[in-house]
């Protein structure tokens, strides 16, 4: 199915932009754009957290907005917190309960960014939701992403660092009566695999690193007092981001489109399939249940079927000018894109 914009100009022309792709296999199933709203920066990741939306928002910091209705959505705040930087992921654990006060009961926003002087940013929110500028800083070099994994009632951060590798910290927090206080504690020595990391996810298991051209690293967790490269597997293209769901992984896998890869053993991970829609460079990927959100650059978002991870089913199609990083709830992909800001995307009505 192709799809066209429409756009006005001020001169006696008219432009029609391809906004799709032409040869995709019948599905039944299509899905098209719900609503978007542009950002001050270029947008690069983003995480749900209730009625909001944050956004790591490259040169201008964090993005809010509000999605409670996601036909609709719309900026409510941006905190740009330093002149140069390059907010490139982002985290809020809505689990465990990092919360800033007894009376907010909001959890602290942990962003990652690739340039700053604060590479490792730990916000917290007041009272509307809006990020606050008092952060605490993690010192790293550059880092392009990070997670969060909860092991025994305690949060534990995993930030891909590309100069430092894989660095490993435990937050923990003190409540006093007017405030709470967040303090970072890192835990062991930087793990270096032999390629920049480019993106992390992981179980309370198993952390897995994307890793470039190299692929993908395996990160023994079972034992926090004893950390440890498990396994590890090649991929048809450049590992930038990954997700995860049961023992599989879904990589976004550069121009080599959507890898998977069972980790079921971790010593020894195998590889499962790869597709390769044709178009764009994959750098962004999001599972919400039996779908995959893959951001493909000038290839848009592609959305497949993972029911059954062994033969996903590619559904549908949508080109933006340059995306980024998706992340998805239950209904919808908040696609992240470099002109567009942020895109909502879900099945036709």
């Given at each position: 199915m192709k799809r066209y914009l429409l756009i006005a100009s001020l001169f006696p022309l008219v432009f029609l932009i391809n906004c799709g792709k032409e040869s995709l296999p019948p599905s039944g199933l299509e899905f098209d754009i719900k609503s978007q709203a542009t950002t001050r920066g270029h947008a690069q990741d983003a995480f749900v957290s209730g009625d909001y939306l944050y956004v790591a928002d490259g040169e201008a910091g964090?993005?809010?907005?509000?999605?409670?209705?996601?036909?609709?959505?719309f900026v409510v705040g941006n905190l740009d917190y330093v002149e140069q930087d390059d907010a490139r992921a982002i985290f809020?654990?809505?689990t465990y309960g990092l919360y800033m006060d007894e009376r907010t009961k909001l959890p602290w926003v942990f962003l990652a960014d690739w340039r700053s002087e604060y590479p490792m940013i730990m916000l917290r929110l007041d009272e509307t939701g809006l990020p606050l500028f008092s952060p605490m800083v993690f010192w790293a070099n550059r880092c392009s992403d990070v997670t969060g994994v909860t092991i025994r009632d305690s949060l534990y951060l995993f930030i891909a660092d590309e100069d430092d590798g894989l660095l490993i910290a435990n937050p923990t927090f003190e409540i006093t009566a007017s405030y709470t206080y967040l303090y970072i504690n890192q835990i062991g020595e930087a793990m270096h695999p032999p390629s920049p990391l480019s993106g992390v996810c992981g179980t309370d298991e198993v952390v897995l690193l994307a890793c470039g051209v190299v692929g993908v690293f395996l990160v023994d967790i079972s034992n926090m007092d004893s950390i440890h490269f498990s396994g590890d597997i090649d991929t048809p293209g450049e590992a930038e981001k990954l997700d995860i769901t049961g023992n599989y992984c879904y990589i976004a896998d550069g121009y080599e489109g959507l890898s998977v890869i069972d980790f079921s053993n971790p010593d020894a991970p195998s590889f499962v399939t790869n597709i390769d829609p044709g178009y764009g460079y994959a750098q962004g990927i999001a599972i919400s249940g039996d779908y995959a959100y893959l951001a493909a650059g000038s290839g848009g978002i592609y959305i497949f079927d993972i029911s059954n991870p062994e033969t996903p089913d590619l559904l549908d199609n949508i080109i933006t000018p340059y995306a980024y990083g998706v992340t998805a709830d239950e209904e919808y992909a908040y696609l992240c894109d470099r002109d567009?800001?942020?895109?909502?995307?879900?099945?036709?009505n």
């Open positions: 964090i993005t809010t907005m509000d999605i409670s209705n996601p036909e609709s959505i809020i654990d809505s567009w800001g942020v895109v909502v995307v879900g099945v036709e």
